[in-house]
């Protein structure tokens, strides 16, 4: 018997409990905090969790550690052989979730689609929606997973870099959405990082990942496709940025919910391009 197929790139928890013994369906706690909250994902998960999921740590394990910048897409190589360890394999499914609601998760889901995976999605509402409704937790200490075989190919148009970026801003088929809040995107609030500049890329436009949610789940899609028209063509690119790559995958997996067929995620987002003096910034609401 095999996993019933995915219903979507976003699912409930009430799909994922009648599901949650598939055979075929893996689920991965994304968890990651800002660094001021001081919380720490896998130690939140080793005391609770969705029963059978592992932790996908994108931040510090799943992460190219060789860059100065935080946590960017790992190698094909590195990823097939992190995500072989997790127990997963390439035909199986998997559902993502995060102790916030909706917040890290869609980053994993972005890095499992960059790395050729369809059968991919996230938990609505994540955790707390999946504890308000009562539904069975696990606070047993983890055990070990058989290693899977997954073997990842990097798809190149799910993301860019810098160079990309700065390509794209004089081009009117392509189109930088910022997830960052708006005292951010204009600079009226600085960057809580140190040494990068506050403001915005020329010609970008600002959409709060904020403004995509409703107390920790995503707004319907037809309420998404408001938000993205008057930013977003059909037929533009849409490149997500943020503070460092996280809620942009916000935005990306709500464009993706909402039909639109060409995404990019900048990876480096706004800690590469702020902290580059090399690199135009711009303040005032854009």
């Not at 994108?58 to 094909?76: G, K, R, T, V, Y």
């Not at 204009?186 to 960057?191: K, L, M, R, T, W």
Request: glycine share 6%.
């Amino acid at each position: 018997m095999t996993a019933s197929p995915l219903p979507s790139a976003l699912v409930d928890a009430h799909w994922l409990a009648a599901h949650l013994h598939d055979p075929n369906l893996v689920v991965l706690d994304a968890s990651w905090h800002m660094p001021a909250a001081q919380r720490s994902g896998v130690s939140e998960w080793r005391q609770q969790r969705i029963p059978g999921a592992r932790f996908f740590d994108f931040d510090q394990e799943i992460a190219d550690n060789s860059s100065s910048l935080p946590h960017m897409l790992p190698s094909a190589e590195q990823f097939s052989r992190q995500v072989s360890a997790l127990g997963i394999s390439n035909h199986q499914q998997i559902v993502i979730y995060d102790s916030s609601g909706i917040f890290a998760a869609p980053r994993a889901w972005w890095m499992f689609k960059a790395m050729s995976h369809s059968q991919v999605a996230v938990l609505d509402g994540g955790l707390p929606n999946w504890l308000a409704l009562d539904l069975p937790v696990d606070n047993t200490p983890p055990t070990a997973v058989a290693a899977g075989k997954f073997e990842a190919q990097l798809q190149d148009h799910w993301l860019v870099d810098a160079n990309q970026v700065q390509a794209a801003l004089t081009q009117p088929n392509q189109q930088i959405l910022d997830a960052r809040s708006r005292e951010r995107f204009s600079g009226q609030a600085p960057d809580p990082r140190p040494g990068v500049r506050a403001g915005h890329m020329p010609g970008a436009a600002c959409l709060p990942f904020s403004e995509l949610l409703q107390q920790g789940q995503y707004l319907p899609k037809d309420q998404l496709a408001e938000k993205l028209a008057p930013l977003l063509s059909p037929e533009q690119t849409l490149i997500c940025s943020c503070g460092s790559g996280v809620t942009a995958a916000i935005i990306a997996l709500a464009a993706y919910l909402t039909g639109h067929q060409k995404i990019a995620v900048y990876d480096g987002s706004w800690t590469e391009w702020g902290g580059s003096v090399q690199l135009p910034v711009m303040t005032g609401e854009g």
